[in-house]
């Protein structure tokens, strides 16, 4: 069974820096793709970045050039680094991480950890 296990969330001032991890319970080459996603109050949850196998990485319009995506394959692990943290950046953050087969869609979530950027 796969477990997905985050670290790093916290409280942090507007402007401020911070870096999530989500470590999995098996090898990340595993998984098609990787990636962060949130939920604020009353809002749906929302992709924030995705990394693929092979490295290729995506981001929500939303955070570009303020966050990076990056994963280390030794210890099956994945960050998102933070950076210039505004108050619409607060949520719960999930890791996901995803394998295609034959055309359907498996994904895997880890528990969640609140980001909260006070302002």
């Known amino acids: 069974q796969v477990q997905l296990v985050e670290s790093g969330g916290g409280l942090v001032q507007t402007g401020g820096s911070m870096t999530l991890s989500c470590a999995a319970s098996?090898?990340?080459?595993?998984?098609?793709?990787m990636g962060w996603y949130r939920q604020a109050p009353g809002e749906q949850r929302e992709l924030v970045a995705v990394i693929t196998s092979g490295g290729s990485t995506n981001y929500a319009d939303s955070v570009k050039g303020r966050f990076t995506i990056s994963r280390d394959n030794a210890k099956n692990t994945v960050y998102l680094h933070m950076n210039t943290l505004k108050p619409e950046d607060t949520a719960i953050y999930y890791c996901n991480a995803a394998v295609y087969r034959s055309g359907t869609y498996y994904p895997h979530w880890g528990q969640g950890t609140q980001v909260t950027v006070s302002s």
């Open positions: 098996v090898s990340t080459f595993t998984f098609n793709t």
